[in-house]
Nanobody, 123 residues
Framework: QVRLVESGGGSVQAGGSLRLSCLASGYANNPYCMAWFRQAPGQEREGVARIASNGNTYYADSVKGRFTISRDNAKNTLYLQMNSLKPEDTAMYYC?????????????????WGQGTQVTVSS
């Protein structure tokens, strides 16, 4: 059974940093693409960053230069280093995975999701 478990969320002041982790289990092979999405209250879930198995990375414009996505395939773990956090980064952050080829931006194309971890940034 495929499972994604996020950790590392919390409350931080603006300008601070957090590192999210997502432990993946139950896969026969490492997912081709893993991603972070976020959802603020009353808003749609949006893509934050994604990384393919070849190391290619993609970022939303709103987080470029502040967030870094990485993955450790040996540990089956996805990371999101978040620096210079802003109040508008406050959201529930979700890990997602896709086992087929491609690393699309659309959340509908990811078949596996974690339960989420809350990030709250105060001004």
């Amino acid at each position: 059974q495929v499972r994604l478990v996020e950790s590392g969320g919390g409350s931080v002041q603006a300008g601070g940093s957090l590192r999210l982790s997502c432990l993946a289990s139950g896969y026969a092979n490492n997912p081709y693409c893993m991603a972070w999405f976020r959802q603020a209250p009353g808003q749609e879930r949006e893509g934050v960053a994604r990384i393919a198995s070849n190391g290619n990375t993609y970022y939303a414009d709103s987080v470029k230069g502040r967030f870094t996505i990485s993955r450790d395939n040996a540990k089956n773990t996805l990371y999101l280093q978040m620096n210079s956090l802003k109040p508008e980064d406050t959201a529930m952050y979700y890990c997602a995975a896709r086992t087929t080829y491609g690393c699309p931006a659309s959340r509908q194309l990811y078949g596996y999701w974690g339960q989420g971890t809350q990030v709250t940034v105060s001004s």
